[in-house]
């Protein structure tokens, strides 16, 4: 069964300050990998995927990830971050082939401080 | 165009009751997806319609039940309301056919079920 590991619940950084949430994830094979952004009381907005290829994924908002496969990580980056980052950031993982289940990591809150 | 929407986007209702919530997604996609996010959880899949069929199910109980229409709109269904079902209830539509495998989710900004 797949899985997604986020360790971080909760990360404060300085607005301008760079971003690292880590995001390790279980799945027999290649799998299809999401970064999605929760702001309060609303839905998920996809930050960017990866599928296949190119291993560093640019996304919106400045945001970048690298798939390792070696590592089963699929970290998410920022080099610098703006107060309007505050939110709650979710790493997913999707099974190629199948139904479209995609599970969801627990979540990341990142709060940032001007 | 007109992302993917929900109604009703809150509601409350008491231990026992029935509740149905709604999706429309966006124009042109077929595959809807339900998910449950519990307060300070990641969403969890309920279920996944294609083509007005059930494609895939999570780990819920029976009285969880969901249905696409020829529209490709669904509605997810809940019987006899238990405390633990509050949470924000999320429809999420695709392109992608799932005998394909997963494409990007678009979701909607969720009901919000509050169970007293």
């Known amino acids: 069964a797949q899985s997604v590991t986020q360790p971080d619940i909760h990360i404060t950084v300085s607005e301008g300050a760079s971003l690292e949430l880590r995001c390790n994830y279980s799945?027999?094979?290649?799998?299809?990998l999401f970064w999605y952004v929760q702001s309060p009381g609303q839905g998920l907005q996809l930050l960017l995927k990866?599928?296949?290829?190119?291993?560093l994924v640019q996304g919106i908002k400045g945001f970048e990830a690298e798939f390792k496969r070696s590592q089963s990580s699929f970290n998410l980056r920022k080099p610098s971050v703006h107060w309007s980052d505050a939110a709650e950031y979710f790493c997913?993982?999707?099974?190629?082939?199948?139904?479209?289940?995609?599970?969801f990591g627990t979540g990341t809150k990142l709060q940032v401080i001007p | 165009d007109a992302g993917v929407t929900q109604s009703p986007t809150h509601l409350i209702k008491t231990r026992g009751q029935h509740v149905t919530l709604r999706c429309s997604p966006i124009?042109?996609?077929?595959?809807v997806s339900w998910y449950q996010q519990v307060l300070g959880q990641g969403p969890q899949f309920i279920f996944q319609?294609?083509?007005?069929?059930?494609?895939g199910r999570g780990n819920f109980p029976d009285r969880f039940s969901a249905r696409q229409f020829p529209n490709y709109s669904s509605e997810l269904n809940v019987n006899a309301l238990l405390l633990g079902d509050s949470a924000l209830y999320l429809c999420?539509?695709?392109?992608?056919?799932?005998?394909?495998?997963?494409?990007?989710?678009?979701f909607g900004e969720g009901s919000r079920l509050t169970v007293l």
């Open positions: 997913a993982v999707g099974a190629r082939g199948g139904y479209q289940k995609v599970t």
């Open positions: 124009s042109g996609h077929k595959s």
């Open positions: 319609y294609y083509e007005k069929e059930e494609r």
């Open positions: 799945y027999g094979a290649t799998p299809y």
């Open positions: 990866y599928f296949s290829g190119d291993t």
């Open positions: 999420a539509s695709s392109l992608v056919d799932p005998g394909v495998g997963t494409g990007e989710l678009f």
